[in-house]
């Protein structure tokens, strides 16, 4: 993502690089979205209509992060836009901004990770729980008017799988950087 975006600022930014760089990010994005979807499954032959829905995702609304395709759409349409009008930043900003756009993809392939251990769960009888583990590197997010931070999303401890959060619609959004870890809830502690 980030060499192209290097190509679009030595081709000149005019209506034509933009369009093209915004189509070709739009395209990795899906394939890319796709790929960690039947990573996150175990494989393609166990992708559902409901990991498809988490690819396809919903755009950000005041209350809402945004997840999947439709986000990406949302956000380079919105990127591409102040590229042309010359408001996105010096092109260092551009290129690290170009650059994050491969990072979405994360939260789809947790998100699937975890519906395909539920389903797991479901099939098997089996009571998991989940725990949320912070990167190391991240610089943590702070609680927001509508969303938890992944700090509190740790302070659970672990607890029932599916409760918390999805990776990715917390306050620091497509950026999050943690990732859940499961397992099968202590008899003598139940939750
Ligand atoms: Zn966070
Ligand atoms: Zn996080």
Redesign the pocket.
Known sequence: MRDSAVKMLNDGINPESVAEWKAEQQRKAEDEYLLLSMLGAGGGSHINQSDLDVVAGHPTTPKTPGAGVLDAEVRLKDFASKIEAGTAGSEAEIVHRAGMYAEPGYGVFETIRRDSHQRMAAAKGLNLQELNV??DG?AH?RAGSFTLS?PQCTAAGWTAIGSLPD?GL?S?GPM???HLIFRIAPKDKPT
């Open positions: 912070l990167d991240a997010c992944c990776v917390r620091c999050c950087r943690c």
